[in-house]
C-alpha cells in the first residue's frame, strides 16, 4: 500500500505552504537556509554558521523583543551568547521562553549536557537554577560529525539512524510535531527552532575555535514531571490520554514513540496515580514526518 501524504514546511514569513511536488511524502528541512547549508564543508560549519548565513544571504530573523535585529552577519557573529527564533510562527509561549533562556544565558548560565540518549541534549536553566527549557543542536544528533556521544562524522543531509530521516533534520521535525498539534491536542511542549550559542555546546576539534559556536538547535519547554510512562503499569493512564498521542503519532507518522519518551506528571495532590490523576506529556518528535514510510 502506498501513502501520498503531503508534508508542510515553514517558509521564510513562519507559516505554512503545501509542497509544488506530489511524490512521497517530503519535508524540506531549513527552508530559509536551502540547502545551501549542505554546500559548506562540515568542518566549516563545526567551527562557525557564519559562513552558511553567508552563503544563504540569511542576515534577518524573528528576535525576541529584548534583543536587537541583526543587520550583518558581521554583528551576528560575536562572542556574546545569544539565542534567536529562526523558525516556527511568533506564538507567545515560544517567544516568553526564548526571552527566559537568553536572559539567563547573559547572566552566565552554563547548558548542562544530558547523559542518555544518542544525540547531545542539553538543559536549559533560569536565574533562580530551574529547569526551563531542553534544547538539541541539529549538528550533535546521531551521527553528525559534532556529536559527542557516538562516532559518526556525517554531514547534514546524509542519512541517519532511520534512512528516511537525513542528518540534521530532526530539529525542524520537532517543531513540525509542536505546530501540528493543533490546540494542543496532545500535548506537545511549545517548541521552537533556534540559533543559539554557547561554549558549552560541543565543538569537534575545538581548539581551532576562536569565539562562541553557533548552533541551529531545536528549543523546547522543559516539562516537570514525575516518571516516564516506563515507570508505570499501563492502568494508570486513561484511555483518552492514551488515545491522543495515538492518533497524533499516526497523523505525524512517528517512528519513534516508546515508553520513555512520554512524560507522566500527576494531576492536582493526589497521592497515588489514579487513571485520571495522571497527565502524559509525548516528547521527542525528531523521527516524525519521513520521506517514505517503512514497509
Known amino acids: 500500500m502506498s ?24 519535508l524540506q528541512s531549513f527552508t530559509q537556509l536551502e540547502y545551501n547549508i549542505l554546500e559548506v564543508g562540515h568542518k566549516d560549519l563545526a567551527h562557525s554558521l557564519k559562513q552558511v548565513f553567508e552563503v544563504a544571504n540569511f542576515h534577518r ?14 554583528q551576528e557573529y560575536d562572542t556574546h551568547p545569544r539565542i534567536q527564533i529562526i523558525g516556527g510562527p511568533r506564538l507567545p509561549r515560544t517567544n516568553a521562553l526564548v526571552i527566559e533562556v537568553a ?10 549536557p544530558v547523559s542518555n540518549g544518542l544525540g547531545a541534549t542539553y538543559f536549559l536553566r533560569n536565574r533562580r537554577g530551574e529547569t526551563i527549557a531542553v534544547t538539541k543542536p541539529i549538528d550533535e544528533e546521531p551521527l553528525a560529525f559534532n556529536n559527542p556521544k557516538v562516532s559518526g562524522g556525517s554531514m547534514l543531509g546524509q542519512p541517519g539512524i532511520n534512512r528516511s530521516i537525513r542528518v540534521g533534520e530532526t530539529g525542524i521535525r520537532e517543531l513540525a510535531a509542536y505546530l501540528l498539534d493543533h490546540g494542543g491536542f496532545a500535548g506537545v511542549p511549545a517548541t ?15 581548539t581551532a575555535i576562536s569565539a562562541s559556536p553557533y548552533k541551529i538547535a531545536s528549543l523546547q519547554n522543559f516539562i516537570s514531571h514525575d516518571f516516564d510512562a516506563g515507570n508505570l503499569g499501563p492502568s494508570c493512564f486513561s484511555v483518552a490520554s492514551v488515545h491522543k498521542i495515538g492518533i497524533f503519532d499516526l497523523r505525524i507518522l512517528n517512528l519513534d514513540r516508546h515508553a520513555g519518551n512520554i512524560l507522566v506528571k500527576k494531576r492536582g495532590q493526589h497521592e497515588n496515580f489514579a487513571v485520571e490523576a495522571a497527565e502524559l506529556v509525548p516528547i521527542d518528535h525528531g523521527l516524525c514526518l519521513p520521506t517514505r514510510v517503512p514497509r
Do not use: W, Y
Open 103 to 112: 536572559m539567563a544565558i547573559a547572566s552566565g548560565v552554563v547548558p548542562m
Open 61 to 74: 530573523s524573528f528576535s525576541t523583543p529584548c534583543l536587537s535585529f541583526a543587520t550583518n552577519v558581521e
Open 3 to 26: 501513502f501520498f501524504t503531503m508534508a508542510v514546511a515553514v517558509d521564510q514569513h513562519h507559516g505554512f505552504k503545501p509542497f509544488n511536488r506530489s511524490q512521497r511524502c517530503r
Open 192 to 206: 521552537a527552532l533556534v540559533k543559539i550559542s554557547h561554549v558549552a555546546f560541543h565543538v569537534n576539534e575545538a
